[in-house]
C-alpha cells in the first residue's frame, strides 16, 4: 500500500544537538510539506517543496533545515538555533496533477528536547 | 491575510448529530476540506467540498459551504464514541503555491 512513513514515532534529544526527522513516500507525489503541531494549535508550515532540488521556506522555518534530494524523501533537521524544538512534527505529501489533490499525512514524530 | 478560525472544543452524546463551524478569509479559495486526527496519528481527510457547491453528502457527513459569510461546517450524523478526534478545516491558498492554510482544529467529545 501506498503512503508516508515518518520515523522515529518518539525521539529524545538533549538542548543543543541538532536532529533529523525522517519522511519517506511511495506515492509519487512530487510535492512535500512539514508541518509543526502544539497542542492547541493548529499546523503551522516549516518547509515544503513542490520538486526534487527546491524547496520554499514555510511560516515557521527558523531554526530548521530540509533537503529534498530524492522524490520520496524529504528529510527534516532540527537544529539547535530552535528556541522551543519540542512539538509534534508532521509530514505530508500532496500530487500536483490536479489543484484540489488533498495532502497525505504521515503519522507524526514527537520530539522532546530536554 | 489568509486565516482559518474554529472553536476549540465540542461536545455531544452518542446518537447525536456534531456540527463543527469554521469560517475562512480567503474569498477566492477553490477547495475546502476537512481532516481528522485522532490522538497521536497523522491527519486523515475525510472529504472536501469546491467553492461553486453548497452542500456535499457522504454517508453520515454532510458539509455545508457558505461563500458569502466565508463559513463552512461539518455535521456528523448518528456521532459515535470513534468519532472523538481533533478536526480541522483547511483551505488551498490560491497563490498556486500548493500551500494549505489550516484552522487551529476543534476537539470532538463524544459522551456515551
Known amino acids: 500500500d501506498g503512503g508516508i512513513t515518518q520515523s522515529p514515532k518518539y525521539l529524545f534529544r538533549k538542548e543543543g544537538q541538532n536532529v533529523t526527522l525522517s519522511c519517506e513516500q511511495n506515492l509519487n507525489h512530487d510535492a512535500m510539506y512539514w508541518y509543526r503541531q502544539d497542542p492547541g494549535q493548529g499546523l503551522r508550515l516549516i518547509y515544503y517543496s513542490q520538486i526534487v532540488n527546491d524547496f520554499q521556506k514555510g511560516d515557521i522555518a527558523e531554526g530548521y533545515s530540509v533537503s529534498r534530494e530524492k522524490k520520496e524523501s524529504f528529510p527534516l533537521t532540527v537544529t539547535s538555533a530552535q528556541k522551543n524544538p519540542t512539538a509534534f512534527y508532521l509530514c505530508?505529501?500532496?500530487?500536483?496533477?490536479?489543484?484540489?489533490?488533498?495532502?497525505?499525512f504521515g503519522n507524526g514524530t514527537r520530539l522532546t528536547v530536554t | 491575510g489568509e486565516d482559518v478560525e474554529q472553536s476549540l472544543f465540542l461536545s455531544v452524546r452518542e446518537g447525536d448529530s456534531s456540527v463543527i463551524n469554521c469560517t475562512y478569509t480567503?474569498?477566492?479559495?477553490?477547495?475546502l476540506y476537512w481532516y481528522k486526527q485522532e490522538p497521536g496519528a497523522g491527519l486523515q481527510l475525510l472529504t472536501y467540498i469546491f467553492s461553486n457547491m453548497d452542500m456535499k453528502q457522504d454517508q453520515r457527513l454532510t458539509v455545508l459551504l457558505n461563500k458569502k459569510d466565508k463559513h463552512l461546517s461539518l455535521r456528523i450524523a448518528d456521532t459515535q464514541t470513534g468519532d472523538s478526534a481533533i478536526y480541522f478545516c483547511a483551505e488551498i491558498a490560491t497563490s498556486g503555491t500548493y500551500k494549505y492554510i489550516f484552522g487551529t482544529g476543534t476537539r470532538l467529545k463524544v459522551l456515551a
Open positions: 505530508a505529501s500532496s500530487s500536483r496533477e490536479s489543484y484540489n489533490s488533498p495532502l497525505h
Open positions: 480567503d474569498s477566492s479559495s477553490t477547495y
